[in-house]
Structures are given as structure tokens and as C-alpha cells.
């Protein structure tokens, strides 16, 4: 028998969940909810050596959610959407918390077809739907709003944005009211496990750790570098980050090596020890 609260994560990589929200999880497991994670197990973005088993670990539920993060395919978007339908009525979680897309998306609509008491619509981007200006995705942009209108009209849901621009186009487009939204910095830091240290001697080096995806800015960083290097600045710049051929927005790792080979910017590759890095 179901004792404790079920708050559900619903997530388009179970690792975007490791590294963006885990300590909201294990602080509301401290404070009595059974946590339970719904994601596929592709994991695009992950580690090599990841696997959706070290969930467990931490004490958390994990459910296999048969989800394409970029697919179009009706057939399999139903398929996803009926995977959530019938977890929710299964789980009956009190509290679920959706992140990214897709997961707004059909588990707003599900959380209203199956009486969710509580939703947290957590936004941290707008995705490809929303950035292409051409093709079957930006085709595809009021369907997908009109849905969004009914999914996150959540009679107790609150939105969370990391930016003012995001909160201003959902307000703008009537997918949540600004009094539905709150504006957070970020998904935060672990303060503590970064020392302050002495500033470094020798020549400046610039970082600019992230995915390498065009919307990061990294055009923009590596131009600024190239602009800096030709007015004599005395400096190294890196990118640290890995790129995926999946993703139709990620740098090409041949534009990557071609700019490192020209020596405007170093190429670090991905890095899981960022606190030794800085």
C-alpha cells in the first residue's frame, strides 16, 4: 500500500534529470515523497559509462518512457503520450514535475485528463519546435501551441523560466499567465564544491563550458575570440562541452577541430570535473 506522496519527474534523458535536478529530488525525498523518474534510456547527452540503473541508488523509481526527443512520427508521438496517460493513472503521483518539451506537452495534457493534483511546467528552453524558422517543425508551431494552451492549464500549476524572454513568449502567445510564472536564475550551482582560489598568473584563459549547441552563443564566443586575437590580446579561449550528431542545432565536431586547427579557440571535450577545471 502507497503510503508516502508520489512526486513524478517526467524527462526527455534521465541524465538531464541527474544533472539539473537531483538535489530538488533528494531534498523532497528527505522531506517524505516517494520519488519516481519517467524517461527513456537513449541517453544523448550522458556520460558513456551512464546507465538509468544508478537511479536506484539514490532511492528513486525509474520508469522507461518509449520517447523520441526530436521524432515527428505520429504514431510514436501517441505512443508516448499513451506511455504517460497510463502511468499517471497507475502512479497517481501528487506532485508531477515535467522538464523539457515533450513532457510539457503531453504530460500537461495528461495530468489534466487524469486529475494530477499538482503540476510544475519547468521550462529550460524552448526547444527546436520553437527555434526553426523553416520546415516541418516550425509548420508543426500552432498545433503545438494550441496544445499547449490546454496542457498548462493546470488549475494549480506554476511555470518555472530561466529567462524573461521565454516568460514573455508564453505570456504573449496565452499559454500561462505571468501570475502562473516564476523566474528563476538557472538551475543552480553547488557553491560548495568550488574553492576560492588566488587569480592564476600567466595569460588569461577565457571558458565557455556547455553543450555545443548554436543557441549557446558559441558562434558569438568563438568570433569574440577571433576579434580579440586579431587585436593583439594576449589570451586562450576554450570550449568545453561535447557535441552529438543527432541533434540538427549541435557544432560539427569537423567546424570544432577546424577552429582549434586555426588556433582561434581550444577544443577541451566534454569534462564531468568542471570545480577542477575553474
Not at 16 to 39: N, T, W
Not at 87 to 97: G, I, K, Q, T
Amino acid at each position: 500500500m502507497q503510503t508516502k506522496p508520489i512526486l513524478l519527474f517526467v524527462v526527455n534523458e534521465a541524465y538531464f534529470f541527474v544533472s539539473h535536478r537531483l538535489p530538488i529530488a533528494l531534498e523532497a525525498q528527505r522531506q517524505g515523497y516517494d520519488v519516481h523518474v519517467a524517461a527513456p534510456d537513449d541517453n544523448v547527452w550522458a556520460p558513456a559509462d551512464y546507465s538509468v540503473d544508478e537511479l536506484a541508488n539514490f532511492g528513486f523509481t525509474y520508469h522507461r518512457m518509449p520517447m523520441s526527443r526530436r521524432g515527428t512520427s505520429p504514431l510514436q508521438e501517441l505512443r508516448t503520450f499513451w506511455a504517460i496517460l497510463g502511468l499517471y493513472r497507475r502512479l497517481r503521483p501528487a506532485v508531477v514535475h515535467h522538464l523539457t518539451i515533450k513532457p510539457n506537452l503531453y504530460g500537461g495534457v495528461a495530468a489534466r485528463l487524469t486529475g494530477v493534483p499538482s503540476v510544475v511546467y519547468a521550462i529550460t528552453g524552448l526547444g527546436q519546435m520553437f527555434v526553426a524558422t523553416h520546415g516541418p517543425l516550425r509548420m508543426l508551431r500552432p498545433l503545438v501551441l494550441s496544445i499547449m494552451r490546454f496542457a498548462f492549464g493546470h488549475r494549480n500549476g506554476r511555470v518555472i523560466v530561466q529567462n524573461t524572454s521565454d516568460r514573455k513568449f508564453l505570456v504573449d502567445n496565452r499559454v500561462a499567465a505571468v501570475a502562473d510564472t516564476v523566474l528563476i536564475q538557472g538551475s543552480g550551482v553547488d557553491l560548495s564544491l568550488f574553492e576560492t582560489t588566488e587569480e592564476p598568473k600567466g595569460e588569461p584563459v577565457v571558458i565557455l563550458p556547455s553543450r555545443l549547441i548554436w543557441e549557446k552563443g558559441i558562434q558569438e564566443f568563438v568570433d569574440a575570440a577571433a576579434a580579440l586575437r586579431r587585436d593583439g590580446v594576449s589570451a586562450r579561449f576554450a570550449l568545453i562541452g561535447n557535441t552529438h550528431a543527432s541533434n540538427p542545432r549541435a557544432v560539427p565536431e569537423e567546424t570544432l577541430r577546424k577552429w582549434e586547427a586555426d588556433g582561434i579557440v581550444e577544443w577541451w571535450g566534454r569534462r564531468e570535473d568542471m570545480p577542477v577545471v575553474m
